[in-house]
């Protein structure tokens, strides 16, 4: 099967989050399955010079933008995992210092941006002599895709053009601007309605995916519940209802190449399951670096996270400023909104010696704490899949989390069954809750046998993508002749 994923972000050439690591390592796992399977994406600053082998395609994109016309050229990569990458070239948008922001301000053009990249997709996806049976989207950048391979169909003459999957990495970003901007589609106003691309008389990129694409997935099966729900359905849930027949929870895998304990790069000290003297360096190493006593017995917790209400950064605050005074360390690597860093900043300050705050983006470092940490803190408030706690798990590093979309899938709590417990869930999105959780973790760490247990159930947690990836095939199946 030839499928193309496109993608604002895939790992190793841009990441702010989990779908650049999910993205990639789909690619990945489907070329493994004997999948021909492409990825496109924008080329952004420095990528060139990072993959010198990198060679320019003999293409030129000159596509119509509203009133305008804008041009691009085309580079591809072919990694030794046999996947192709195609990188849309686009200076004026993409030759930037930041992916969607730059400091705490989104450029005011990511509209433009966006449907621009998602006509180099169709374009891609019509006139390659590599056709793809099926384009795979990923989030609302590329929401639009659908709808303009339809209207192509419909009015420009693409006969028989291939089904679309679009999957939703996270339905709180969706990609809403003014009206006026849908100019820029060069679609027909009949793509835009309640039931289509409009969203209170406002454009809405993923909202047209969700109307518009042939199957539509998510991160995990309890998100697909969850995004059906008035709670969490981000005011989309009424359009995701109409769809549910088309759409499926298929919890991420992970890249168990990147994310491996026993050859991690990144790690001063190697381990695994059999020797785990190493995950003890680790710790004393990552206390040193961050300037914490290094100090084998007291439990150290860690957080690596976008710093955004999702993840649940109040109530983690509020239960830390409570338990902090108990004899544990804690260490937070994070960036994102200037009020939560002072949150973590304040906290520090009151515990010295305790806690330890890293902002910004640091992937080694987000490779030692997962190793030298004892528990893995993720209270988010809703989750799609997260794919933290599942590095957390093969890292023996237990992860305390709340109890929504894929941390319910992929963490087991005692008291769901006793003998595989692997983590913490609490339920209530209460700072008293995660408190209460924490305090679970200080009674498990206490007891060698019991710690030693939830170490074993963790690190032999299996999320590879030799699982999931048929699910993917599944879906796409489900929508090609
Ligand atoms: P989300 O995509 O919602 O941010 P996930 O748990 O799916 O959450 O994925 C987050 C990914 O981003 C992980 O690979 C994590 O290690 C990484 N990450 C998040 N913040 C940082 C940071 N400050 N430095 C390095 N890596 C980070
Ligand atoms: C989003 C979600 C996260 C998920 C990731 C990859 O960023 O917030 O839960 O793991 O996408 O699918």
Not at 149 to 157: V, Y
Not at 447 to 471: C, H
Request: proline share 5%; glycine share 8%.
């Amino acid at each position: 099967m030839k499928i193309l994923l496109a993608s604002s972000e895939v790992y190793p050439f841009s990441k702010t989050g989990g779908l650049a690591d999910m993205v990639g390592s789909l690619g990945v796992a489907l070329v493994n399955a004997g999948q021909e399977a492409r990825i496109v994406t924008p080329l952004y600053r420095g990528l060139r010079d990072k993959f010198p082998r990198m060679t320019r395609v003999n293409w030129k994109f000159d596509l119509p933008m509203g009133e305008r016309h804008v041009q691009a050229d085309l580079w591809e990569l072919d990694l030794d995992s046999g996947l192709k990458i195609y990188f849309v070239d686009q200076p004026d948008y993409f030759d930037r210092a930041g992916i969607y922001q730059e400091g705490q301000f989104s450029y005011a053009d990511n509209a433009e941006r966006f449907i621009f990249f998602s006509k180099c997709v169709v374009n891609l996806a019509r006139y390659l002599a590599w056709r793809p049976d099926i384009v795979h989207l990923h989030d609302w950048q590329v929401g639009l895709v659908p709808a303009l391979i339809q209207h192509q169909r419909d009015s420009a003459g693409w006969g028989k053009p291939p089904p679309t999957c679009l999957t939703i990495h996270n339905l709180a970003y969706q990609g809403t601007f003014p009206a006026a901007v849908y100019a820029l589609t060069n679609l027909p106003k009949l793509f835009f309605h309640t039931e289509g691309a409009e969203y209170f008389g406002m454009l809405n990129c993923l909202k047209a995916g969700i109307a518009f694409a042939d199957v539509i997935t998510t991160v995990s099966p309890r998100y697909a519940r969850e995004i059906t729900t008035e709670e969490l359905g981000c005011g989309l849930d009424g359009v995701l209802r109409r769809r549910r027949a088309h759409l499926v929870g298929i919890l991420n895998g992970v890249d168990y190449q990147e994310w491996n304990p026993a050859k991690d790069p990144h790690l001063p000290a190697p381990f695994s399951l059999s020797k785990l003297a190493g995950k003890k360096k680790n710790k004393a190493a990552l206390q040193t670096f961050v300037a914490l006593p290094v100090a084998e017995n007291i439990p150290l917790y860690g957080t690596i996270s976008r710093l955004a209400e999702q993840k649940g950064v109040d109530i983690q605050l509020a239960a830390l400023a409570e338990m902090l005074n108990a004899d544990i360390q804690f260490i937070l690597l994070g960036s994102g909104s200037a009020e939560y860093e002072l949150g973590y900043r304040e906290l520090a300050r009151r515990f010295p010696g305790k806690i330890a705050v890293q902002f910004g983006y640091n992937e080694s470092l987000a490779h030692q704490i997962e190793a030298g940490c004892d528990f893995f803190l993720m209270p988010s408030r809703f989750e799609p899949c997260g794919l933290n706690q599942m590095y957390s798990l093969r890292y023996g590093t237990i992860p305390i989390v709340r109890a929504t979309g894929g941390l319910d899938d992929s963490v087991i709590d005692y008291g769901e069954q006793t003998d595989k417990a692997n983590g913490i869930k609490f339920y209530e999105y209460t700072s008293r809750a995660l408190a209460k959780a924490i305090r679970k973790s200080l009674a498990i760490y206490h007891q060698p046998e019991l710690i030693r247990q939830y170490r074993r159930n963790a690190m032999r947690a299996d999320f590879s993508w030799g699982k999931t990836v048929d699910e993917y095939l599944e879906a796409y199946r489900t929508v090609m002749q």
